[in-house]
């Protein structure tokens, strides 16, 4: 009965080990992963010393490992979740500036027309004045 139990027992530990290995490759940044990583082999590691006889042991640390496990998770979910408001406000905020370059593009743009008419028509404007003065001085 007991070298049942240490087979489940190891294959509990392994698979744990992987989860936590995976878990730690979740981390969006690399130097995160590494550090985690490097964290989770460090733990299992400090505890290979344990002898498989030790269940009660061996079943608090992998109730302790869960436990870990769940908070890396859950603040991968966290840190995802942030990660991508921040871009969705990123694209949100560039669109905008978009939005209001174009609209400011726009409007120097009619500014400029309405200049150019209101010089157009002054020089229409001064050349009907001349025309005048040169009718006058022809009369």
Do not use: W
Request: aromatic share 8%.
């Amino acid at each position: 009965m007991s070298s049942r139990i240490i087979k489940e027992n190891k294959r509990l530990v392994l698979d744990l080990y992987k989860r936590c290995l995976y878990s730690a490759k979740r981390c969006p940044k690399f130097q995160n992963q590494i550090m985690m990583e490097s964290y989770v082999k460090l733990k299992f590691r400090s505890n290979k010393d344990i002898h498989q006889k030790d269940f009660e042991t061996i079943e608090n640390l992998l109730k302790q490992g869960e436990e870990e496990l769940k908070t890396m998770n859950d603040f991968h979910e966290f840190q995802s979740f942030y990660y991508n408001n921040n871009n969705n406000n990123n694209n949100n905020n560039n669109n905008n500036n978009n939005n209001n370059n174009n609209n400011n593009n726009n409007n120097n743009n009619n500014n400029n027309n309405n200049n150019n008419n209101n010089n157009n028509n002054n020089n229409n404007n001064n050349n009907n004045n001349n025309n005048n003065n040169n009718n006058t001085y022809i009369i």
